[in-house]
């Protein structure tokens, strides 16, 4: 069964920063498209971030210029590098991955993110 397993959340003050990661049970992933999308309170689930199999990169404009999403295919790594925090980030992060195209098929358990001062 694949599994995706998110680490790196936490509370962080305005301004701070966070990386998060995902690590997939299987190297499926390192030719298909994975990322982050976020979900607040009373809010909908949003994308936040995605990165295709050639580089490609997505990133909502609230968070432009301030995330930053990598991964490692030798790990079957994906993460998402938090930068300039802010309290609108606060919300449950959660990674995906697809298969044939950006659609997730599969997504993680979820990681809060609380930026609060």
């Known amino acids: 069964q694949v599994q995706l397993v998110e680490s790196g959340g936490g509370l962080v003050q305005p301004g701070g920063s966070l990386r998060l990661s995902c690590a997939a049970s299987?190297?499926?992933?390192?030719?298909?498209?994975m990322g982050w999308y976020r979900q607040a309170p009373g809010k909908q689930r949003e994308l936040v971030a995605r990165?295709?199999?050639?580089?490609?990169?997505k990133y909502a404009d609230s968070v432009k210029g301030r995330f930053t999403i990598t991964r490692d295919n030798a790990k079957n790594t994906v993460y998402l590098q938090m930068n300039s925090l802010k309290p609108d980030d606060t919300a449950v992060y959660y990674c995906?991955?697809?298969?044939?195209?950006?659609?997730?098929?599969?997504w993680g358990q979820g990681t809060q993110v609380t930026v609060s001062s």
């Open positions: 995906f991955a697809a298969l044939s195209t950006v659609v997730p098929v599969y």
């Open positions: 299987t190297s499926t992933f390192s030719s298909t498209a």
């Open positions: 990165l295709t199999s050639n580089g490609s990169t």
